[in-house]
């Protein structure tokens, strides 16, 4: 082995004028999506960064007013419940009662 790093022997090697010119068209080309100044892809990536966080934040809502539909799901089949033994306290036994007096006469 010569000791050298294939990785350095890469980076001494002359870059090809072909390879250039791709690489300065690459960049005309990400320069007319973004803009002529870098400030402009700064921008871009703060306002990706707020909607991110307006996404996370509408998430994190959503969760929150499952949270509560699930919670008003239970209280409602609760009170259905609660509505369901009262009448059979209440009025079943009065349904029987008149029925038996219905029935005596």
Same mark, same amino acid.
């Given at each position: 082995?010569?000791?050298?790093?294939?990785? &350095?022997?890469? =980076?001494?090697?002359?870059? /090809?004028?072909?390879?250039?010119?791709? !690489?300065? +068209?690459?960049?005309?080309? #990400? *320069?007319?999506?973004?803009?002529?100044?870098?400030?402009?892809?700064? &921008?871009?990536? =703060?306002?990706?960064?707020? /909607?991110?966080?307006?996404?996370?934040? !509408?998430? +994190?809502?959503?969760?929150? #007013? *499952?949270?509560?539909?699930?919670?008003?799901?239970?209280?409602?089949?609760?009170?259905?419940?609660?509505?369901?033994?009262?009448?059979?306290?209440?009025?079943?036994?009065?349904?029987?009662?008149?029925? #038996? *007096?219905?029935?005596?006469?």
């Amino acid at each position: 082995m010569s000791g050298t790093d294939p990785v &350095d022997r890469a =980076a001494d090697a002359p870059v /090809a004028s072909s390879d250039l010119a791709v !690489a300065k +068209a690459e960049i005309a080309r #990400l *320069r007319r999506l973004v803009g002529p100044h870098e400030h402009a892809y700064d &921008d871009l990536k =703060a306002e990706l960064d707020a /909607a991110e966080q307006a996404v996370r934040a !509408a998430e +994190a809502a959503n969760g929150e #007013l *499952r949270a509560e539909i699930t919670e008003l799901r239970v209280d409602l089949r609760r009170a259905r419940q609660d509505q369901y033994h009262l009448w059979k306290l209440v009025a079943r036994p009065q349904r029987l009662l008149r029925a #038996l *007096r219905q029935s005596a006469e």
